[in-house]
């Protein structure tokens, strides 16, 4: 535990659901004491009782299938969430990609978008302005970089995203499915780059249904099946139990 830089502690994530309101409204008006208990009811279970650690330095892999519960899971440890029962908790500075174009202004350049972005991550404007013609260079965007994001496909969002965390000095690296929109050559490029933050003793969580990126990055895989901890173990066997259990 000494090492552990995440923690999850039998942790349960409850999401209140309200958009199904359709004859309550009549109950809503008449009676909304009973209304307002059916609502307060209605709740979507994300996750429930997950338990593990990631040790400092190490890769571990969320798989699972659509909906398992994969992403709650990295915005509880990004902090972006929190728990509805037991505890997370994450040691150090986190730098995460949750979504495509997260901390991003549409109507700002590439650019300025830079700046912006890398200042969420925790960067000074100082360190921006000396590593932004890395960032550029990376992001492949060319004359693209001076002009609003708004016209940018999903692949050259994911370009500036990942070029931007490559400049920055996390403790830990969350990566939810953004390498899945790139170009092979740039995927490939990303998969060299989080192997160089491992390298450094960053410690790496990293979410996607590609099971050969799972295995070169990562040493351990959770699989979260039906919002519940499935299996826990090295990439290689846990990715041939799901890959058995997908079929």
Known sequence: ????????????????????????????LFNPKRALSLFRGRQYLAIENI????????????????????????????GVIKPTAGKVTTRGRVASMLELGGGFHPELTG???????????GLRRKEV???????????????????????????????LGFSVITQVDPDVLIIDEVLAVGDISFQAKCIQTIKEFKSRGVTILFVSHNMNDVEKICDRVVWIENHKLKQIGPAKDVVEQYKKAMA
Not at 56 to 64: D, M, S
Not at 143 to 150: A, K, M
């Open 1 to 28: 535990m000494m090492d552990s830089v995440i923690v999850f502690d039998n942790v349960t994530k409850k999401y209140p659901l309200y958009h199904h309101i359709g004859s309550g409204i009549k109950e809503l």
């Open 129 to 159: 302005q000396q590593r932004i013609d890395k960032i550029i260079d990376f992001s492949e965007l060319g004359q693209f970089i001076d002009e609003p994001i708004r016209v940018y496909s999903s692949g050259m969002l994911a370009k």
């Open 51 to 78: 338990s593990f650690t990631v040790e400092k330095g190490e890769a571990v892999a969320l798989i699972g299938r659509n909906g398992a519960g994969k992403s709650t899971s990295l915005g509880l440890v990004a």
């Open 111 to 121: 650019r300025e978008n830079i700046y912006l972005n890398a200042t969420l991550l």
